[in-house]
């Protein structure tokens, strides 16, 4: 099997994105927040969010939009939670590690934690918690993903373990499985 090579530019992006996009749809925790409550339309938004990316990882697109006001209104209507932000990191860094490997990809899965806990944060107040409570969207709280390893879709040299029915399972990973 061969590795996968690092994001290298705009395409490698929309790729990406398209591929998150298409499994944030369709997970039953955050999905609705884009199908139901925002109504997404995908290609009239993955311009901005690709510039959005463009510019954190190769400082490259003009954007200039708040990425902010539409998490906000959001939570205005349903609030988000850790669990919400988890999830969505959860399904960020399998799709980077199902589709590349090297130092932008590390970069972008860096970011996409920080800027879900930022949120998070910034939407809950200055107490808000990376924690939440017990079957709040699962079993409680913002996963640190660091620890993780998505199983069905993580590089081989994360993986470890029997695959049970083929489903795409995640478990705590070892300290040594990591790197």
């Known amino acids: 099997m061969a590795v996968p090579r690092d994001i290298r530019d705009r395409a490698d992006l929309d790729a990406l994105l398209r591929r998150f996009y ?26 901005d969010i690709g510039d959005f990316w463009e510019r954190a990882l190769f400082r490259g697109a003009e954007y200039r939009r708040d990425a902010y006001a539409p998490h906000a209104a959001l939570h205005a209507a349903r609030p988000l939670t850790a669990a919400h932000f988890g999830r969505w990191v959860q399904l960020w860094r399998a799709t980077v590690d199902g589709r590349h490997a090297g130092p932008v990809a590390e970069r972008a899965k860096a970011q996409g934690e920080r800027i879900a806990v930022a949120l998070l944060r ?38 470890s373990g029997k695959s049970v029915g083929g489903t795409d399972e995640f478990r705590r990973a070892r300290p040594s499985e990591l790197s």
């Open 22 to 47: 298409a499994a944030a749809f369709a997970d039953p925790l955050i999905g609705p927040y884009f199908t139901e409550i925002a109504g997404t339309d995908l290609d009239a938004h993955l311009p």
């Open 122 to 159: 910034r939407l809950g107040g200055p107490d808000a918690s990376t924690d939440a409570p017990e079957g709040v969207g699962g079993s409680g709280g913002f996963v640190p993903l660091a620890a993780l390893a998505l199983r069905s879709v993580a590089p081989a040299h994360t993986m």
